[in-house]
Structure formats: structure tokens, C-alpha cells
């Protein structure tokens, strides 16, 4: 079992950054994946970047540039630092992690940019 708990979204101005955090917990050594997905309202859920256990990183076309994500392993957490954001990056921001054959998710965070 893994849980994931995401923390830092908020309202910001567009052009505006935030760092979201994703605390894991449980058992961490069976991740392979671990990234970042958001759902707008009245949209599916969509991948917005994740990292593989070897360190690659695979982001949507729409956020390269703008969003980094990161992991500090001694920390147990992953991080998805947005900058330049966009009205249209408002959405529910979830932690995923997929380990042993199973996807985890977190609750979720709200990030809201404001035009």
C-alpha cells in the first residue's frame, strides 16, 4: 500500500507560480512511477508530467517549459514546480504513484489562475 497527500495549491494571478507537493508514505520502495495528473471541470483527468524510477521525466506538450517536477527521495516527496501559469492550468491537481501493479492516487489539490 502507498498514500500519497498533496499539499500547495491555492489562487494565483495568471503568470504566477506554485510548488505542489506529494508526501508518500507506506510502501515507497515498490514505486516505479510516481507524477502529477489534474481534471478541469467537465474535462477527463490528463497527465501533466511524471518521473520514472530511473529518473526520466515525460511532460504534457502544454506545460514543457513552464512546470518541473522533481523528487526528494530522502524526503519521500515529489513536487511539481509551476511557473507562467495559465487560467487554463486551473484545475484539481492529483499525486499519482503506481507500484506492484497497482495505481495510487491522492485526494487532490485545487489550483485556481485567476486572468
Known amino acids: 500500500q502507498v498514500q500519497l497527500v498533496e499539499s500547495g495549491g491555492g489562487l494565483v494571478q495568471a503568470g504566477g507560480s506554485l510548488r505542489l507537493s506529494c508526501a508518500a508514505s507506506?510502501?515507497?520502495?515498490?514505486?516505479?512511477?510516481m507524477g502529477w495528473y489534474r481534471q478541469a471541470p467537465g474535462k477527463q483527468r490528463e497527465l501533466v508530467a511524471n518521473i520514472i524510477s530511473g529518473g526520466s521525466t515525460n511532460y504534457k506538450d502544454s506545460v514543457k517549459g513552464r512546470f518541473t517536477i522533481s523528487r526528494d527521495s530522502a524526503k519521500n516527496t515529489l513536487y511539481l514546480q509551476m511557473n507562467s501559469l495559465k487560467p487554463e492550468d486551473t484545475a484539481v491537481y492529483y499525486c499519482?504513484?503506481?507500484?506492484?501493479?497497482?495505481?495510487?492516487w491522492g485526494k487532490g489539490t485545487l489550483v485556481t489562475v485567476s486572468s
Open positions: 499519482h504513484a503506481y507500484a506492484s501493479t497497482m495505481n495510487y
Open positions: 507506506g510502501s515507497i520502495f515498490s514505486i516505479n512511477v
